[in-house]
């Protein structure tokens, strides 16, 4: 099985500056893409940014030029700074990859999502 497991979801004032990580975890082959999604109440879950295994980056308008994406190959953990932070930015923060795993003697797909993290910033 291939875990997700997301961290640094806080409590920030407006302006302030935060960085979640989601280290993907299991007999992992190969990750393709990670991202990070976002849900706030009473809203649908949308894109906040993804990153794929060459590096190339894909931003949600909302949060072009505060936030920034990485990841680190070695370690299977993607992760997101989050700077100018805006009351806007709250929800849960949601990390998801795909790629392959190893099962048993088979090398099968699989698409994964964290547990999520809470994100709230006070105005």
């Known amino acids: 099985q291939v875990l997700l497991v997301e961290s640094g979801g806080d409590l920030v004032q407006a302006g302030g500056s935060l960085s979640l990580s989601c280290a993907a975890s299991?007999?992992?082959?190969?990750?393709?893409?990670m991202g990070w999604y976002r849900q706030a109440p009473g809203k649908q879950r949308e894109l906040v940014a993804t990153?794929?295994?060459?590096?190339?980056?894909n931003y949600a308008d909302s949060v072009k030029g505060r936030f920034t994406i990485s990841r680190d190959n070695t370690r299977n953990t993607v992760y997101l700074q989050m700077n100018s932070l805006k009351p806007e930015d709250t929800a849960v923060y949601y990390c998801n990859a795909d790629g392959t795993h190893v099962s048993g003697t088979q090398v099968l797909p699989f698409v994964r999502w964290g547990q999520g993290t809470q994100v709230t910033v006070s105005s």
């Open positions: 299991g007999r992992i082959f190969r990750i393709n893409a």
């Open positions: 990153i794929n295994s060459g590096g190339s980056t």
